[in-house]
């Protein structure tokens, strides 16, 4: 069967084979560890290479050829977090500051499941297209529509001020920054540029990937302890979301002309869930929503889900449309 075959291939990569031996370190707590400023570089390195190579082939492109794109890209960055709220609160009788921040989780991207399905479209042989970083940098701000729920929800007035704080606050993280900041470099070095640099930001890509999902696989087997906390309904929350959103985008990829590479990857972008940047903003905008439960929803349970199950099954669907 062909999806078995494919889930098979994706276990048995490097890749997810790294995040596998991370969890099993983490559950036999297991004295293996980055050191935290070998994270940061790790993540600067994967986000700002992804930058560098959207920005190179977008400008190969012009505005018509992505105009469909950004505006489901759009599209999906206002409904994924009010989708995720309204559920939360009426099937899930969560609070309002609580549905807010798990929203605002799902509703954000999780820049590690794009550079694992980047990864995986290419060792398929069908690459995304290069802009589809331009995608990932837009639906970061999932984060303001969830928080703007909140405040709507709470009965507060959204006041300028506020309102651009948090879009600020947005643009300070470092996932916005370095993926726009390297599209920007990208852009105006061209292919020449590429050329000279893509030794360092390419070819090592894929070992460093691997690093940083053995480290993430240490990080969510510690979410794991958390389970009973998060309830059934919440487990069932943070397994079916992802399938749902993640379906939706590579339908959506697929009908704005997308290939099936770039259909892929935006359905694994759309179901996947921020635990970096995300719980940050929720923190600071949302301190009495409990960490226990959209943490362990985002990084206990969907993250691991979409690396193992769920990136198989976004191309599997995606390659049954473009058959």
Known sequence: MPGIDLL??????????????????GVIKSELELPEPVLKLLAIYLLFSIGLKGGTELAAVSFADIAGVLGVTIALTIAIPIVAYFVLRKLGN????????????????????????????KAMNTPSEGFMTAVVALMEWGVIIALILARWAHGKQSQTGSIRTLAIETLRGRGILLLTGGMVIGMLAGERGWKQISPFYDDLFRGILMLFLLEMGMTAARQFRAFAKVGKFMTG???LMPICMGLTGVWLGYLVGLSLGGAFVLGAVCASSSYI???????????????????????GITFPFNIVFGLPAYYQFASFLYR
Do not use: E, M
């Open 8 to 25: 098979i291939t994706n276990l048995l990569s490097p890749i997810v084979l790294a995040f596998v031996l991370g969890i099993i370190a």
């Open 94 to 121: 969560l609070s309002i500051s609580n549905a807010a921040a798990v929203a605002a989780h799902y509703g954000s991207v999780s820049s590690v499941t794009f550079f694992a399905s980047i990864a995986f479209a």
């Open 277 to 299: 940047d995300a719980p940050a903003a929720c923190r600071a905008s949302l301190p009495d929503a409990d960490p226990g439960i959209y943490l362990t929803a985002s990084l």
């Open 237 to 239: 929350f943070a397994l």
